[in-house]
RNA sequence: CGGGACGUAGCUCAGCUUGGUAGAGCGCGCGCUUUGGGAGCGUGAGGUCGCAGGUUCAAAUCCUGUCGUCCCGACCA
């Protein structure tokens, strides 16, 4: 049976929702296939969940095609299982959670690690069983702080996560590779485009990810890309390092007076004022910017630490955090803030504005940051600064700065941690020239988790031998509804939505124009054949609206092919607009069908 | 969580400055006309002005709080 204009619940919108800001999220509710219901929530229409269900169903295809075994868990959960692998507390205010009557605690599920791995230790305790994908297609729960762009970014989202669950790490290189190539496949399928990037495993744990990308101007990931190909996030590309510089003849270190220079701007527009430089001039990235930070543990404990990084760069606070406890030598993993004033006027010999590794003391030079200097406050510089390197930074005197201070010879520091992210332009680790940045959505991510999970919840098997083994484990995911908003993203044009044809809501969109009733009835009939031939219409039957009317909400809507059945009747043709050519031509009656048919199915053998 | 903007009919918005019984366009119902690019005329239905306090004879309008939305930042598969 046809989809019928004159019975579908759909009310398109004239004008684009106020809310809405980005293309997806705009169409998508004008064309009617989602409806904002609460704060990061959205309804599917029956538009949208056509869409929705194809989706799913290419990426059920392909998991089943490497032989995933589809599950489904409850989305509400008791804490134990998140608590036994610690994440009830790491994902802080990031989840959902809930009391039942009694006062037990729950939780709506982010993401299912560790029922799988229970539900698997329930089944399993052999080598013999192993290995086993399993998967599910599930609603997740996240308690964003921010939702944004429709379906982008919501607090409740379908997801398709999988598992494997293997004997060794071999068996988990394969698993993971077959999902990675699985994943190619469905983004190829749905018509998305997709970079893989090497990704950082995040909250997640374990060692080698890898984020599939839908690269757009709208998305909230910055990954970079060299020219031999190399592509990364840039939360995952580490610093290369430049080559230790000889400084057997460099000049000794010097204070000028850098007045009202507390800024790195300020100040290499004062350097080149005061102090200019024999050849050209003072650059940001020859100063040394020392950041005082605050690494909190467990919100009680702060310890005050500097990072030392080039002028020209920011310190990245996520990219300390993964590095800082092990750096300041504490269990747990502390929180990295700025300091606060509070925390630099403990330190009074830290002069805010002009902070730098050392200062001169009757003459002499004297470290004045790291743990062995008096003020016994930690120092870590970035990558960059290799010995050798020469610097303008802080003389801890105000209004001062020193310059050509040497790194190893004038000052030394207590590690090196990665302190900034990459930039457009920095040298690739492939050393296949500068990196690029660009932006994309993340549609996909896999992760080998290694036995973190199995460890933390007991899954073991016996191996060959007899003796326990910890199962290694991959976890896959792609977000389903995400999808549905990239690909409304990357398919429209000024009129409306452009759907790919296999997850279009139907493959042809018969439009009936005019008042005769012959109109009418040839339409139905087109719509009964196509049908017949396995073709999915959406039949514009309505009487009394206007072909004007009809023309926009078939544009809008984004059934890619048209069939136009109207004023063309009387001398035996109909029109066939095909959106994605941006085509439209008149084709008599009696070549209509084949011709329908062959170009929905050339598009979709694409 | 910080900064900014905003919340009035299904949708897009006006009214608020200067308090005085709720408005427009689109959409929706009915009638007639019209029928290949969101048509016309007529006629109707539809809103506790986000919510809660306060000021006032009187609050959509002024004040306070709160909830929510959008943008930027922080954070986040």
Same mark, same amino acid.
């Given at each position: 049976m046809p989809l019928r204009m004159s019975t579908l619940f759909l009310r398109t919108l004239r004008d684009d929702p106020a809310d809405a800001e980005v293309a997806s999220h705009k169409l998508l509710v004008r064309a009617g296939y989602i409806r904002r219901a609460a704060p990061g929530g959205y309804t599917w229409l029956p538009l949208g969940l056509r869409v929705k269900n194809k989706v799913e169903n290419i990426v059920r295809e392909e998991m089943n095609a490497i032989g995933g075994q589809e599950v489904h868990f409850p989305a509400l959960l008791p804490k134990e299982p998140y608590e036994a #692998? /610690?994440?009830?507390?790491?994902?802080?205010?990031? *989840? &959902?959670?809930?009391?039942?009557?009694?006062?037990?605690?729950?939780?709506?599920?982010p993401t299912h690690e560790e029922l799988f791995t229970l539900l698997v230790k329930d089944h399993y305790s052999s080598y013999k069983d192993l290995p086993?994908?399993?998967?599910q297609i599930q609603t997740k729960y996240r308690d964003e702080a921010r939702p944004r762009a429709g379906l982008l970014r919501v607090r409740e989202f379908i997801m398709k996560d999988s598992y494997s669950f293997t004997i060794d790490d071999a068996g988990l290189d394969e698993a993971y590779e077959k999902h990675r190539e699985a994943y190619v496949r469905i983004f190829a399928r749905l018509g998305l485009e997709v970079v893989a990037v090497e990704a950082?495993?995040?909250?997640?744990? /374990?060692?080698r990810s890898e984020e599939f990308l839908h690269p757009s101007a709208a998305g909230e990931d910055t990954f970079v890309e060299s020219p031999g190909g190399y592509r990364a996030n840039v939360e995952a590309v580490s610093t290369v390092v430049p080559e230790a510089i000889d400084y057997t003849n460099a000049a000794a270190p010097e204070v000028k007076d850098t007045p009202e220079s507390t800024t790195i701007a300020a100040l290499v527009d004062v350097a080149n004022d005061l102090a200019p430089k024999q050849t050209g001039q003072w650059q940001a990235h020859e #100063?040394?910017?020392?950041?005082?930070?605050?690494?909190?543990?467990?919100?009680?404990?702060?310890?005050?630490?500097?990072?030392?990084?080039?002028?020209?760069?920011?310190?990245?606070?996520?990219?300390?955090?993964a590095s800082i406890g092990e750096a300041l030598g504490v269990t747990g993993e502390p929180s990295v803030e700025p300091a606060t004033e509070n925390d630099i006027a403990k330190h009074t010999q830290l002069v805010p504005g002009y902070i730098g590794p050392t200062a001169f003391n009757d003459g002499q030079l004297q470290q004045m940051l790291g743990t062995d200097?008096?003020?016994? *406050?930690? &120092? &870590?510089?970035?990558?960059?600064?290799?010995?050798?390197?020469?610097? *303008?930074t802080g003389a801890n005197e105000d209004q001062k700065h020193v310059f050509g201070l040497v790194a190893e010879r004038d000052f030394s520091w207590d590690g090196v941690l990665e302190a900034t992210a990459v930039q457009d332009g920095d040298p690739a680790p492939d050393g296949s020239g500068p990196l690029a940045a660009r932006r994309g959505m993340e549609m996909g991510h896999i992760f080998?988790?290694?036995?973190?999970?199995?460890?933390?919840?007991?899954?073991?098997?016996?191996?060959?031998?007899?003796?326990q083994v910890v199962? #290694?484990?991959?976890?896959?995911? *792609?977000?389903?509804?995400?999808?549905?908003?990239?690909?409304?993203?990357?398919h429209h044009d000024e009129q409306g939505l452009i759907w790919p044809i296999n997850v279009a809501p139907a493959h042809v969109h018969i439009v009936a124009t005019g008042k005769d009733d012959a109109i009418f009835e040839t339409a139905e009939e087109f719509a009964t054949k196509l049908e017949a031939a396995g073709i999915e219409v959406l039949l514009d039957d309505r009487r009394k609206a206007h072909a004007g009317e009809k023309f926009s909400d078939a544009e809008l809507i984004g059934v890619p092919i048209h069939l136009i059945v109207g004023r063309g009747l009387a001398k035996g043709t109909v029109e066939l607009k095909d959106r994605f050519a941006a085509t439209r031509e008149d084709i008599a009656i009696d070549d209509a069908l084949e011709h329908v048919t062959n170009l929905v199915h050339s598009y979709q053998n694409r």
């Open positions: #692998t /610690g994440r009830w507390e790491d994902y802080g205010d990031g *989840i &959902f959670r809930l009391q039942d009557r009694s006062g037990a605690d729950f939780l709506l599920a086993v994908y399993l998967y950082m495993a995040g909250a997640m744990g /374990g060692s #100063t040394l910017k020392c950041v005082v930070l605050t690494a909190v543990l467990d919100g009680e404990q702060r310890q005050v630490f500097v990072v030392a990084v080039p002028g020209d760069r920011d310190v990245d606070v996520k990219r300390l955090e200097s008096h003020t016994g *406050i930690p &120092f &870590f510089v970035d990558p960059r600064i290799v010995p050798g390197s020469t610097w *303008i080998q988790l290694g036995r973190k999970y199995a460890e933390a919840l007991g899954l073991k098997v016996l191996d060959e031998n007899g003796k199962v #290694t484990m991959g976890s896959y995911g *792609i977000g389903i509804s995400r999808a549905v908003a990239a690909l409304a993203e990357a």
